[in-house]
C-alpha cells in the first residue's frame, strides 16, 4: 500500500498530512441545500430600518450627489441611509479602556492583561444576504475601504497592537447573524500565528535577504497550486495546507499591510475576493468558511512580512487526533483544490 504525503507548513512549522490515497474531490464536500434552513427567522437588527437595535454606527458610508461621504451616528440620531455601517459589537470580546487608562495598566504583566480594545461589527450591504460571492463589485468595494477606513483609524490607538479583520460565513463556522456582516477586533498584543508567521519571515530574510512571501509568489504562480493570478494579487492553495480548499490572496506588490494600497488595487482586490468566493461557493455549494486578514503594524517586520487575506473553508471537522495533537489531516489535496478553483473560476 502507498502512502499519505507528510508535508512541512513552511511558515508556522507544524506537519499535514494530504490524504493523497483516498483523497477526495470538492464537490464530496457539497452540503444538501437545507443545512441553513433552521436559522431563527427573528428581527434583524442588521437590517435597515432597525439600527436602534444597535449602538451607534462608528462609520457609516452614504451616498450623497453620486459620492461616498463618511459619517459616524451621532447625538442618538442614527443614520437610515447608509450603504455600510460599522457598529460596536453588543457583548464585545475586547472593549474600549475606561477614559484615561495608562498602557501600562492595560498590560499587567507578561502573562495578566485586560481584554482592552475594540470590537466592531460591519455590515456589509443593506440587503440581508447578498454576501461578497453575489455582491455588487461596487458594494464590495465599499466593504473593502470601510475595512480599511476602519483601521486606520484603530492602529493610532496607543493601546492597539493589532486589527483582525474576518469574516464568518455559516452557522457552522460561527456566524450567529445571518446578515451579511465582517467583524473587526482591535487588541493591545499580536496574536501568536501572526507572531509566528513574522518569526518565519524574519529568519527567511535573515538567510536569504529576500520576503519569504514574495519568494512564495514567484514559485507558486507557476506552480500547480496556482488558483489565480492578476495584476495585482496572486491566489494559491498552500503547499501545506490544514483546511481543505484553503487558499490565500497575496498582493505581488510587498507591503506589510494593505494601508496603502491605492484605490485601483483596492478594485482588484475586491474583485479577486469576489470571484474566489464565488468559484468556492459554486464549487462546494456554499460552504462555510472564515477569512481573515494576516498583517502587520510593527515598522521592524517592514522588509520580512507581507500582509495577505487567508479563505479557511470549514469542511472537515477537527476531532481527537487534531485536536490534540496539532497535526492536520487534509483530505483534499491543494493541487486538486487548486485545479478546481482555477476550472471554475475560468469557466
Ligand atoms: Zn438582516
Ligand atoms: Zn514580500
Ligand atoms: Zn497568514
Redesign the pocket.
Known sequence: MSHNELRKDFLLGGWVVIATERARRPTDFAKRTDQNANVSASVCPLCPGNEHMTPPAVLIYRKVNGQIVREKDQNGFRHKDWLIRCVPNLYPAFAPPKAETAIEEIMKNDSFALAVGHHEVLIESRVHDVHPADAELPQLVNVVNAYFDRMRELVEKPYVKYVSIFRNHGQQAGASLTHAHSQLIAIPFVPSTVAAEIRAGAHFWRKNRE????DL?EKESIGPRLVHQNSDFVVITPYASKNPMEFWIIPRK??VNPLNLSQSETETFAQTLRSTLKALKTLVNDPPYNYGIHLTIDKSAQDC??WHLEVLPKLAIWAGFEKSTGVYINTIPPETAARELRKTIES
Open positions: 520576503c519569504i512571501f514574495c509568489i510587498h507591503a512580512y507581507h
